[in-house]
């Protein structure tokens, strides 16, 4: 999709009437806190797009800005919310949570939150997950540790239940914090209620460790997940000095984009290989990276591999395609393949190496975020706040320009970010490692 030719205006539940009780508290602050539905940010910043767009006659795509507004559409003393996580953890997920009651609690006198246990499932009564009653007591120390307090699961559940439960519950609003699938079914779920003519908001809090949310400059858990594998990726090097030719092999997350592996490797620049889904590699051949890591060897007699775990898939064709409950296919562990590969080709060489082959997926997903994080699940969490209490519905908030914006989430769920291999960040990862274009 060209990022100039969609659609970013907001869909509204209906006008906003009700004066923002952070009305009062503003008078101190200056009235510079509210956000105008007409303050916009710009998704393309360089001057010479800009002006090229202008000149073919369209208006440079823009998209609202995040923020609290003068008017809400609900009445918070008669609004119930519900706030649910989806998919894989990720950490700041409780941090996300924790902000979103205390907004709602502290900034707009809502008592009746409810947390959705175990993802959609919560909605539906046959799993039988009770609720649980958000209030700030409940939510205060959540943020010092990783997971989400709520629980998550993957999987489809039917959209026409899950609706049919919100409204029983009388629940006016719904935060859906999750990845790509959440939205897509958030989407869903806004165009269920909107077909029945009811008035209740849908508000996204995207999440993915990948950072390949569409449109999103960065999503959170991104920055915590390079800090510990840069932290991996100092022990792995570590490892491979420590031995005669050794290897430190490492695999991080990144099904479809090598966000992480790059920055962590450009933050930890002792990392000699990089193979990320963007970017194909051939294994054998005179420029496949068995020979290129063998003349390593020889050379210095150690080297740091870092694999983004949906690289090389196609070394496994088509064999066992399975799905997993969100109806991704299933990806086959290259951290493993490459081992396998790598330590017999050089025992028939008759070259002896010392593989370290170290695996952190885990360890990073269910971690507590750091700083940065903390702050960007805080910004995003209140702005989500803002916008579902304005009538706002059928959104995402994220980050563009270094500012929180509202998206549409038909512009962005279903699509994916990726590294572009003609930027600049993989120009910078190349130069850093000098690594070969592994390819024959």
């Not at 009700?18 to 009305?23: E, G, Q, T, V, Y």
């Not at 068995?290 to 070394?315: C, N, S, T, Y």
């Not at 695996?359 to 803002?386: E, K, M, Q, W």
């Amino acid at each position: 999709m060209n990022r100039e030719d969609f659609d970013t205006s907001i869909m509204t539940l209906g006008t906003a009437k009700i004066p923002s009780p952070l009305r009062t508290r503003a008078k101190g602050a200056g009235s510079g806190c509210f956000v105008s539905e007409k303050d916009r940010v710009l998704v393309n910043i360089l001057e010479d797009r800009i002006v090229k767009t202008i000149e073919r006659g369209k208006k440079p795509l823009s998209f609202e800005q995040g923020g609290p507004r003068h008017k809400i559409f609900f009445d918070p003393t008669k609004l119930r919310c519900a706030v649910v996580s989806c998919g894989g953890l990720c950490p700041g997920v409780n941090d996300v949570i924790r902000a979103i009651v205390l907004a709602l609690h502290y900034n707009y006198g809502l008592r009746n939150i409810y947390g959705i246990r175990y993802g959609l499932q919560g909605f539906i009564s046959s799993y039988g997950h009770e609720l649980m009653d958000l209030t700030p007591e409940s939510v205060a120390h959540i943020h010092e540790r990783g997971g989400t307090i709520l629980g998550s699961s993957r999987g489809p559940q039917d959209i026409e239940s899950i609706v049919d439960a919100i409204e029983r519950m009388n629940v006016g609003l719904v935060f859906a914090v999750g990845g790509d699938g959440t939205m897509v079914a958030s989407a869903k779920i806004a165009d269920q209620i909107n077909k029945r003519g009811l008035k209740i908001g849908v508000i996204g809090i995207p999440k993915t460790i990948d950072n390949d949310i569409y449109l999103v400059d960065r999503s959170f858990g991104f920055e915590t997940a390079v800090g510990i594998a840069v932290n991996v990726i100092g022990g792995a090097h570590n490892e491979s000095i420590s031995a005669p030719n050794g290897v430190g092999l490492v695999k991080v997350m990144g099904r479809h984009s090598g966000f992480i592996a790059a920055a962590a490797t450009l933050a930890m620049p002792d990392v000699n290989f990089v193979l990320i889904p963007e970017s194909d590699f051939e294994l054998e051949g005179p420029k496949g990276l068995l020979e290129a890591l063998k003349e390593r060897l020889i050379l210095r007699k150690h080297a740091v591999i870092v694999v983004a775990e949906g690289a090389g898939q196609k070394f496994f064709g088509n064999r066992d395609q399975e799905l997993d409950p969100s109806g991704n296919l299933r990806l086959h562990d290259i951290g493993v393949f490459l081992k396998e590969a790598i330590t017999p080709n050089f025992k028939d060489r008759g070259m002896e190496i010392n593989l370290k082959y170290i695996d952190p997926s885990y360890t990073i997903r269910s971690a507590s975020a750091n700083a940065n994080d903390h702050l960007l699940c805080g910004f995003l969490a209140r702005s989500a706040v803002h916008a579902g209490l304005a009538g706002k519905t059928k959104m995402l908030v994220g980050l563009c320009n270094n500012r929180i914006v509202h998206i549409p989430m038909e512009a962005s769920a279903g699509k994916r970010k990726h590294v572009d291999t003609s930027g600049d960040m993989w120009m910078s990862v190349l130069e850093t490692t000098g690594q070969p274009h592994l390819r024959n």
